[in-house]
């Protein structure tokens, strides 16, 4: 048996069963059917402990939520940690414990001085704001506050809350004396849509409302990854600061009209890191960006090196940063078109999950666990490669090609007519697979044409921007109900069935072009 001395919750871990002494603060109170568990947190770490006067009956009711104490436990051979008696602060020495506590809080969310994985002048530019973000998702775990990540639900978005995801769960695992917090505490998961829709904020509401009510919990941190910076995800964000849920935003997506360095939803997500705030594009992906801010939120974590890369490569990404995290991956014998593959397995994987967090599985294929990462890229890889060599066949039987006036290599697909429900590649991916059997002929655009969506992929080189025709096709057919979004160069433009004739015959006009296929 140990002595029983004061000691740091986050040390009570490595100690024997027995009886301790632990100070701070009385973070909740929750009565259950049977004992009274109250939460305990020093700053350095976090208790469940228990105390029994009676079934149902609520043991020391002169301890309240918020108030400090020194607090004798006994650590039982199950790790069940049960209260022998609350010594509640009281006048100056509560005041002391409350601003100790504080001091120790606001020492360990501050992330660490450290370089980011490659050397980079956007990144710096950036930093203040990574550091802010870093910050807000610390503090959350340091003061049992859950986390929620949110995120696109592809290769770019995977990447980058999974390595928030491994650098959350590791500071929880530090944080919390009980090896089941992150499951209480954590939850990840995709978003099918490009941003944050409606049905997923009332999903993540009703559950964050439940556990309120069930375990006393905070509303949650909500962070939004590869999504979350455009208007289209305003009502979501509004509805959760509604519920008081903090939300932190890092995307690469175009936030539309930036003033002062603010988009709209700078009024009112609590930090939002985005190159275009600072004058830089998409080509600095969400994954670099999540990666960075894992550093930031988790020195310790490792094996993500490589990640920046992957996103980039998957949102086929451009330039210095891009060029120095390939240089960095390469250094882990990932050159581009492994991780080409990898991308492609993941967006694979993605497609087959739908809204499933895919715990563990996309965990697998970025090469947490090596062995089976190597056997799954090679499986995955080849039934993919077998699809799209298929698919390919229905592009060139079906896609009809021409030259427009203007130099523009036009591809039209009937979206739905030469995909199967459900099966992969879907539409999109369809439509990607077609342009990249165009595009290295020039100036080029796919066009994936459905009952009330039209997909888009051009080429740089043409002068063309997918929120712009959203923009003015909403003049234009006010009653079509447009919708959509994207980048530049890659999105989707949607629209009511009604009003498809006049939604194609509009585009081809923009395009330069009377007659349409
Ligand atoms: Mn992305």
């Known amino acids: 048996m140990e002595q029983s001395s004061l000691i740091k919750i986050t040390n009570l871990k490595h100690k024997n069963p027995g009886e301790y002494f632990v100070q701070g603060k009385i973070e909740n ?12 947190n020093d700053g350095y770490g976090s208790i ?59 020492e360990r969310i501050r992330p660490p001085k450290m370089d980011f994985l490659i050397q980079s002048e956007a990144l710096e530019n950036m930093r203040t704001q990574m550091n802010n973000a870093a910050r807000e998702i610390r503090k959350a775990v340091i003061n049992n506050r859950p986390i929620i990540i949110r995120h696109h639900a592809d290769t770019d978005g995977y990447v980058g809350a999974i390595a928030l995801e491994r650098a959350i769960v590791s500071l929880m695992e530090k944080h919390y004396f009980d090896p089941e917090a992150r499951w209480k505490y954590f939850n990840r998961a995709p978003s099918k849509s490009p941003f944050y829709e409606y049905g997923d904020v009332i999903r993540d509401l009703s559950f964050s409302i439940r556990n309120k009510e069930k375990f006393e919990h905070k509303e949650p941190l909500v962070l939004l990854v590869d999504n979350g910076s455009t208007d289209e995800d305003l009502l979501s964000i509004k509805k959760l600061k509604i519920y008081n849920s903090p939300v932190v935003v890092v995307d690469h997506h175009h936030p539309g009209k930036i003033k002062d360095g603010k988009s709209s939803v700078d009024n009112v997500v609590d930090f939002h890191v985005n190159p275009y705030l600072f004058g830089y594009d998409r080509n600095i992906t969400a994954g670099m960006l999540g990666t960075e801010l894992a550093r930031l939120v988790d020195p310790k974590i490792n094996n993500i090196d490589y990640f920046p ?7 086929v990404a451009r330039g210095e940063e891009m060029n120095k995290y390939l240089d960095l991956a390469k250094k882990h014998n990932l050159d581009r078109e492994y991780l080409k593959k990898i991308g492609m397995c993941v967006d694979f994987e993605a497609h087959f999950l739908k809204f499933l ?46 030259k427009l006036d203007n130099g523009i290599r036009l591809g039209v697909l009937d979206a739905e007519k030469v995909t199967s429900r459900g099966q992969f590649p879907p539409p999109g991916k369809t439509v990607g697979i077609a342009f990249d059997r165009l595009s290295d002929q020039g100036k080029t655009m796919v066009l994936g044409i459905g009952p009330d ?65």
């Open 48 to 106: 469940e402990a228990v105390a029994f006067m009676g079934k149902g009956e609520r043991a020391y009711p002169n301890i309240k939520e918020g108030d400090t104490a020194k607090i004798k436990i006994n650590i039982g051979e199950d790790q069940r940690i049960r209260i022998e008696n609350i010594n509640k602060f009281e006048g100056i020495k509560a005041e002391k414990m409350n601003r100790t506590i504080n001091e120790i809080i606001n």
């Open 29 to 40: 109170v929750q009565q259950t059917s049977g004992p009274t568990v109250f939460t305990i």
């Open 357 to 402: 967090e895919g715990y563990g599985l996309v965990d697998d294929l970025l090469g947490e666990n090596h062995e089976k990462h190597k056997d799954l890229v090679e499986l995955l890889y080849n039934d993919i490669i077998h699809r799209i060599k298929e698919q390919e066949k229905v592009i060139d039987k079906y896609m009809k090609t021409r």
């Open 453 to 517: 969506f039209i997909i888009i992929r051009a080429t740089e080189d043409i002068n063309f921007d997918i929120n712009e025709l959203i923009k003015n096709t909403k003049e234009k057919i006010p009653y079509a109900s447009i919708q959509g979004g994207g980048h530049e160069n890659a999105g989707t433009l949607k629209f009511v069935e009604a009003a498809k004739e006049e939604v194609v015959e509009e585009l081809f006009k923009t395009l330069g072009s009377n007659d349409y296929v």
């Open 309 to 315: 890369a992957l996103s980039g490569v998957a949102d």
